[in-house]
């Protein structure tokens, strides 16, 4: 009791839970921003965001990214979360749940390198909407969130401009910065039902030859490499198709997930494995020239992948196939040199969004696509067997 006082206190907004069977609306406290794993060892996974974090929580009340997530989901409706006013208490002794909601940080990824011309900058910042239980120490659902940016610069960007891409990135209400992509998922984020299955991206990998296109510091580490891919793929589909995903297998060790929440509060949630999973692999990037005129060069980036989604216990696949995608890229002619990674990145979006345009009930996909894309013969049959699980799902 005394530890969660502490959360009252520090993160400004707090809020109770008290889950009845028949409640039209769950009841959660409200926890702010939290650094993902060992916090000894935040500043180094997360050098930009970290050093974004100590100076808007220098600044002030109001100021800090805890406080920012407050303001910026104030007002938000949702009939399945209501969020506790202000000061409120938890009752851990009348509840069987205690659930907290948690903007939580799982990654970020920084890199410039240079392309002739000029440097181009890749960023990607991943977290989660996380709602877990206090009282029982579980993740009880997550909804994946994930933000990409390229910037390209004649000369070598300074600390000071990587710094500023990053708080962006954190901050922006654009809609595209982390703290809105939360603020957004809030809005429309659902507590499990009773008997609810659940979904886990368990297994990524990126062939050697992949892997040679990626920016240099998920070249070095391709565990990086494979969980920027589940967590693309996963917020794809969670965006898309509205459901939730347990944490990627990648990055819970020991089925724990580790994480600090800014007024200094240390937990271990336990993640279980999923009821049902998805395994992913790349394959292959393609890149061929289409046309060349005076003005630029065309381009079609191509990306060949593996997606199987199933049951482990019994070993049942409901989808099991090779996918590919590919899109036309032009590339001016005055450009020396071209970065591929940033084209071939899109393309790995554009194909999880156009897969994912099938499993939406009543959505509206590319049935051309489909077949072109898909190696499975029975690909149609897979995808509705699949939406139906996805539903049961939700």
Not at 15 to 22: A, R
Not at 221 to 242: C, E, H, I, Y
Request: glycine letters at 6%; hydrophobic letters at 40%.
């Amino acid at each position: 009791m005394r530890k969660l006082l502490s959360v009252v206190m520090a993160l400004i907004c707090a809020t109770s839970v008290l889950i009845t069977p028949n409640a039209r609306a769950a009841e959660a406290t409200l926890a702010g921003f939290a650094f993902a794993g060992d916090y000894k060892t935040a500043q180094s996974r997360f050098p930009y965001s970290f050093k974004t974090f100590e100076k808007l929580k220098a600044a002030g009340v109001g100021q800090s990214l805890s406080a920012q997530v407050f303001s910026r989901t104030q007002g938000i409706s949702n009939p399945a979360i209501e969020l506790r006013p202000a000061g409120s208490l938890v009752n851990l002794k009348a509840s069987d749940q205690a659930l907290m909601i948690v903007l939580v940080l799982t990654d970020e990824v920084v890199s410039t390198e240079n392309y002739g011309a000029y440097y181009k900058t890749f960023v990607n910042l991943r977290g989660n909407l996380l709602i877990f239980d206090y009282k029982a120490q579980t993740v009880v659902r997550t909804y994946p969130l994930s933000t990409v940016i390229f910037d390209a610069t004649p000369n070598a960007p300074s600390e000071a401009r990587l710094q500023a891409l990053v708080e962006n990135q954190l901050t922006s209400q654009d809609g595209q910065g982390l703290i809105s992509l939360f603020a957004k998922r809030l809005a429309t984020g659902e507590l499990p039902k009773e008997g609810t299955k659940t979904l886990q991206v368990k297994k990524v990998e990126v062939s050697s030859e992949a892997l040679a296109e990626f920016p240099e510091p998920l070249r070095r580490n391709p565990k990086a490499a494979a969980t920027m891919v589940a967590d693309a793929f996963a917020s794809l589909l969670s965006s898309r198709v509205g459901v939730p995903l347990l944490p990627s297998s990648i990055g819970a060790v020991g089925g724990v997930m580790m994480m600090r929440l800014e007024n200094g509060d240390d937990f271990k949630l336990k993640v279980a494995e999923g009821d049902y999973l998805f395994d992913i692999k790349i394959n292959e990037f393609v890149k061929k020239k289409t046309d060349e005129t005076s003005v630029g060069i065309a381009y079609v980036y191509g990306v060949k992948s593996s997606l199987k989604f199933y049951e482990p216990t019994l070993g049942t696949d409901f989808i099991n196939t090779d996918l590919k995608n590919g899109e036309s890229s032009v590339v001016p002619a005055t450009q020396i040199s071209s970065d591929n990674f940033p084209a071939y990145a899109e393309v790995i979006n554009s194909m999880y969004k156009k897969f994912a345009n099938f499993l939406v009930e009543g959505g509206q996909a590319d049935q051309k696509w489909l077949a072109a894309a898909a190696s499975a013969k029975d690909i149609k049959s897979q995808v509705e067997t699949a939406r139906d699980i996805l539903r049961k799902s939700k």
